[in-house]
């Protein structure tokens, strides 16, 4: 075998791999997509035993009707708005709270400083169920002695969602102050800013891509939240996530529906993922390398 | 020294809303859980938690009691959550290696299929699971479909009830899992030196050698961080078992995450829960003192 066939055989693997691994993450999708396509009966009415009646790739009529009912038999926009308030609440508290933070562990020198990055990390391994109980009754207690509702309120659930999401946050933010200089801190502040008067404006505009990045993190982690969402929200918060269910009933499978609700309630965050795809990855990157 | 004082003052501010965070929505939340775990709390003694009768290990006892019917419950759903780990996290490491390895390579649309293969792991995970427990139906579904057009099956399974609920949220899982590892391990390969290659072909080695030789050795870090991760999520696991089997599996696929949703907020017994909750964190805590431990002696 000649160097040159050797290459060709190489090549062709090469692709034939790809091609394999690209139909096993759009295959799902492919079959989304033509779900919500098709119509419910169609869908129902499919048998895997019978011939004629297998479910098939192509819907045999393709409607509309599924997008345009999205909202009828589930109130999935009232879901969406919820979503999308607590998921923006929760982008904003945690960008405050974590520029802060990172600022903090990134530019100072400072006594327990490790102790406060063992602190952040080790929050990550608790799982979200050993919280949930407590939080359950800390909500009923504040609700019960204080007056301050925080079950199914919007206010309770970015609480919640900001804690889970600024650990990562603050060490992905530190992490990209790192890489700013810090000559330009003191370039500042011997043009006569002061410390903060330096991060906010000199250093904050120099870390927008790393402040975006850790701001869509925790959208997207808030959006799609299911364990603490399932207890806490209730009639007026519920979020998407959680109203997907709603599609399946015990009277009723409304499969179409659910599959082009599916792909309206993936629209934000692939929209956000994609704007932000580069910031995002070498966040993820060194969040897993040097966390 | 003036500096340093100075930094000392000024340090406490920007930390302090993290630190406040921190304290009451994690740390004192998980103190005050570990507390319930001694208490029988339940619809009763919840209006006023602090009068609850104190119990003790009575919950502890309870869950590991194999007689009873928590305890049978909470071990079995132990039993599961490993099972589900020692299948999925092996293999999304080895997919998301394999897939790695590929897409290192040069081929005409790399950056696109890199973008296309984290579809998955960018997607909410209430759409993924939703998508799998259609394609897991039994009559409309597409996996009994193929293994009907494949001839593999004469009479379409039922997936989601029973036995075979948990290898369907295994599926799930790991196509929802390995885009991760893959992202992470593209990262370590892409950093390894083009100079390691070039002098191990000087010296003959042909490529199964270079990748033994070299691109393991030099991927073993970041892999051993990303199992150790993928294995503390393992224990997390929710959203999966929730969304494709509701928040009763069934004994086969119950995890101690349903479980302890369900028993505490359906049979309202919230110290049983917390007691359960406690155990799956110390589980974790252990796992991840012993695995930091072993990297250290490694690297010494």
Not at chain 2, 59 to 73: A, L, P, R, W
Request: charged content about 15%; overall charge positive; glycine content about 8%.
């Amino acid at each position: 075998m000649t160097f040159k066939t050797r290459q060709t055989i190489n090549q062709i693997l090469v692709y034939l791999g790809v091609f394999v691994v690209l139909v096993a993450v759009l295959g799902p999708y492919m079959w989304m997509v033509s779900g919500s396509f098709k119509d419910n009966l169609e869908v129902q009415a499919s048998d895997v035993t019978k011939k004629g009646l297998e479910p098939s790739w192509i819907p045999r009529k393709i409607i509309f009707d599924n997008y345009r009912d999205v909202n009828k038999t589930v109130r999935i926009l009232d879901y969406f708005k919820n979503s999308i308030i607590i998921s923006v609440g929760t982008m904003f508290t945690s960008i405050v709270i974590s520029i802060l933070a990172g600022y903090g562990l990134s530019r100072f020198r400072f006594k327990g400083k490790n102790l406060f990055t063992v602190a952040v990390l080790s929050t990550q391994m608790f799982p979200g169920i050993a919280f949930l109980i407590p939080y359950f009754i800390l909500f009923s207690f504040f609700n019960r002695n204080l007056g301050i509702p925080l079950k199914d309120t919007y206010l309770g659930m970015i609480i919640t969602y900001t804690s889970f999401a600024l650990p990562f946050c603050i060490l992905m933010l530190r992490n990209f102050l790192d890489s700013v200089p810090f000559e330009i801190d003191e370039q500042a502040q011997i043009d006569g800013c002061t410390k903060t008067g330096a991060l906010f404006r000199v250093i904050i505009p120099l870390s927008t891509p790393g402040i975006a990045a850790v701001g869509i993190y925790s959208f997207i982690m808030a959006w799609n939240e299911i364990l603490f969402a399932s207890v806490l929200t209730g009639r007026e918060t519920k979020p998407v996530s959680m109203g997907l269910l709603e599609y399946i009933t015990a009277q009723a499978s409304r499969w179409a529906q659910m599959m082009a609700a599916c792909i309206v309630v993936s629209i934000p965050v692939l929209i956000l993922f994609t704007a932000m795809q580069k910031q995002i990855v070498e966040g993820l990157v060194s969040g897993a390398t040097k966390g | 020294m003036k500096k340093a004082s100075m930094h000392k003052t000024n340090v406490i501010w920007f930390l302090l809303p993290a630190i406040f965070g921190m304290l009451f929505v994690h740390f004192i939340p998980i103190l005050w859980g570990i507390y319930i775990s001694f208490l029988d709390l339940d619809l009763y003694t919840i209006a006023s938690p602090w009068t609850a009768p104190f119990v003790g290990f009575g919950n502890y006892v309870q869950i590991f009691t194999s007689g009873m019917d928590v305890g049978t419950k909470f071990i079995r759903s132990l039993w599961n959550v490993i099972f589900f780990g020692i299948i999925t996290v092996p293999a999304g490491y080895i997919i998301g290696l394999a897939v790695a390895l590929l897409l290192n390579q040069k081929f005409v649309g790399r950056n696109l299929v890199r973008g296309l293969v984290l579809l998955p792991y960018i997607t909410p995970d209430s759409v993924c699971y939703n998508v799998w427990r259609f394609i897991f139906q039994a009559r409309i579904g597409l996996v009994n479909k193929i293994l009907m057009d494949l001839n593999l099956i004469k009479e379409p399974l039922i997936w989601l009830v029973g036995e075979r609920g948990i290898y369907a949220v295994m599926v799930a899982s790991i196509w929802k899992g390995w885009p991760f590892a893959s992202l992470i391990l593209l990262a370590g390969l892409q950093s390894i030196p083009h100079e390691l290659y070039e002098a191990a072909r000087i010296d003959g080695a042909n490529k199964w050698q270079q990748f033994i030789n070299i691109t393991f050795p030099m991927l073993l870090p970041i892999s051993g961080t990303l199992l150790l991760l993928s294995s503390i999520w393992n224990f997390h696991a929710f959203n999966q078992f929730y969304v494709m089997l509701s928040s009763d599996p069934g004994a086969g696929a119950d995890v101690p995450s349903t479980l302890i949703l369900r028993e505490a907020f359906s049979n309202l017994h919230y110290g049983l829960g917390s007691a359960m909750s406690t155990v799956l964190m110390a589980i974790i805590m252990i796992m991840t003192v012993i695995s930091i431990k072993a990297r250290r002696e490694e690297v010494h």
